[in-house]
């Protein structure tokens, strides 16, 4: 099942049906929504319409926003600062480590 190739195929119909009522579309609807409704409910991946999308701002694993604190200047890149053993907070602060 391609859940992408369903809902385009489940949007056109409805698309049409907003315009005009024909039988066959509306069973296709019904079908398409149906195999895309399982699909979801059995843990498969959604359309990727449907996926989230990223924040529009980086943010540095301290939770702010990219530029704006200290994680940011001591280095762009955090997986360079991370290695290091010199990940801090916004105020300068060690970061604990989670267990």
Not at 12 to 23: E, I, K, Q, S, V
Request: charged share 25%; net charge negative.
């Amino acid at each position: 099942m391609d859940p992408n190739e369903t809902l385009r195929v489940a949007r056109a119909a409805a698309d049409r049906l907003l315009n005009d009522y024909d039988p066959e579309v509306a069973y296709s609807l019904a079908e398409n929504f149906t195999a895309l409704d399982i699909w979801l409910s059995r843990g498969g991946f959604p359309p990727a319409d449907w996926q989230p999308t990223p924040p529009a701002v980086d943010t540095m694993p301290c939770g702010c926003e990219s530029g704006s604190c200290y994680c940011d200047t001591i280095a762009r890149d955090w997986d360079a600062h991370d290695a290091r053993n010199d990940a801090r907070d916004c105020d300068g602060y060690p970061l604990t480590p989670e267990p």
